[in-house]
T-cell receptor, first 116, second 113 residues
Framework: DVKVTQSSRYLVKRTGEKVFLECVQDMDHENMFWYRQDPGLGLRLIYFSYDVKMKEKGDIPEGYSVSREKKERFSLILESASTNQTSMYLC???????????????FGPGTRLTVL | AQSVTQLGSHVSVSEGALVLLRCNYSSSVPPYLFWYVQYPNQGLQLLLKYTSAATLVKGINGFEAEFKKSETSFHLTKPSAHMSDAAEYFCAVSDLGNEKLTFGTGTRLTIIP
């Protein structure tokens, strides 16, 4: 089974802090994604990466950056956390490449971030 | 551009009753469609997917969905609700060559004992 893990389930940070959210997948997937989930808004794509060191902005990239130095790891960075970034953050991965046609994504358990 | 509409942000059904969660999509090309389930404090888990084979798709936990091109719908059903079905359900769409999924806003399903 594909396993996607996220470094923290719950995180509390202060306004202005730099925040790192880490995601690791163990199935050699090409694609990795970061979403934020808010009540009534569903999942919104922040960034995605289709290869090491490659990234593409999603629908709401403002205030975020990402890093993918190794295939299995995709990090989301909040350079200066703000209260409006309090949310649930979900990481996902998909096979890509040869299985591009189905695009099924596998999700981690999520990180609930609170910015005070 | 693709989009997904889930009618009803909250649905309540009695235990043993039919579950019907609605999903309509818009896509300029034949889509791939997915239903995901999210239990409290967990990530999303794939329930089922439509990939242009059979229009009636069976998933896990007794759920199924029917792709109706004429109605641009992909509604999720289960004949008899169980207490363990209480969760949030998301419909998503993508198309060939597009690595990204577009998600609906979700439907929270409550089961009444």
């Amino acid at each position: 089974d594909v396993k996607v893990t996220q470094s923290s389930r719950y995180l509390v940070k202060r306004t202005g802090e730099k925040v790192f959210l880490e995601c690791v997948q163990d199935m050699d997937h090409e694609n990795m994604f970061w979403y934020r989930q808010d009540p009534g808004l569903g999942l919104r794509l922040i960034y995605f990466s289709y290869d090491v060191k490659m990234k593409e902005k999603g629908d709401i990239p403002e205030g975020y950056s990402v890093s993918r130095e190794k295939k299995e790891r995709f990090s989301l960075i909040l350079e200066s956390a703000s209260t409006n970034q309090t949310s649930m953050y979900l990481c996902a991965s998909s096979l890509g490449a040869g299985d591009k046609k189905y695009n099924e994504q596998f999700f981690g358990p999520g990180t609930r971030l609170t910015v005070l | 551009a693709q989009s997904v509409t889930q009618l009803g942000s909250h649905v309540s059904v009695s235990e043993g009753a039919l579950v019907l969660l609605r999903c309509n999509y818009s896509s300029s090309v034949p889509p791939y469609l997915f239903w995901y389930v999210q239990y409290p404090n967990q990530g999303l888990q794939l329930l089922l997917k439509y990939t242009s084979a059979a229009t009636l798709v069976k998933g896990i936990n007794g759920f199924e969905a029917e792709f109706k091109k004429s109605e641009t719908s992909f509604h999720l059903t289960k004949p008899s609700a169980h207490m363990s079905d209480a969760a949030e359900y998301f419909c998503a769409v993508s198309d060939l060559g597009n690595e990204k999924l577009t998600f609906g806003t979700g439907t929270r399903l409550t089961i009444i004992p």
